[in-house]
Nanobody
Framework: QGHLVESGGGSVQAGGSLRLSCAAS??????MGWFRQAPGKQREGVAT???????YVAASVKGRFTISQDNAKNTLYLQMNSLKPEDTAMYYC?????????????????WGQGTQVTVSS
């Protein structure tokens, strides 16, 4: 059992950028994902990457968000550019054993505590 610890959240104006990190010790070869949950809304998948470096990004953030990982540092990243107020949410990283890409929340077994991102207009 590893640990997932997110960092890098904060407050930014619309159009700005943030890079989230997730320290993911103990999750070598897992498929990793970023999810977010805005107040009063369901948690939704944002992006995922597997051990081969194959990625999938949700349509709502495609072209603005990029998921990547540094295996040597056991760290997952989410680069967020051109941020919009609707991107405001708690962002979570998560892990699953299966190599297939998925943004289904119920397919992820390990979750971090989250990091808050607030985008003001």
């Amino acid at each position: 059992q590893g640990h997932l610890v997110e960092s890098g959240g904060g407050s930014v104006q619309a159009g700005g950028s943030l890079r989230l990190s997730c320290a993911a010790s103990g999750y070598t070869d897992y498929t990793m994902g970023w999810f977010r949950q805005a107040p009063g809304k369901q948690r939704e998948g944002v992006a995922t990457i597997n051990k081969y470096g194959t990625t999938y990004v949700a349509a709502s953030v495609k072209g603005r968000f990029t998921i990547s990982q540094d295996n040597a540092k056991n760290t997952l990243y989410l680069q967020m550019n051109s941020l919009k107020p609707e991107d405001t949410a708690m962002y979570y990283c998560a892990a699953r054993v299966e190599v297939t890409l998925s943004l289904r929340i119920d397919e992820y077994t390990e979750w971090g505590q989250g990091t808050q991102v607030t985008v003001s207009s």
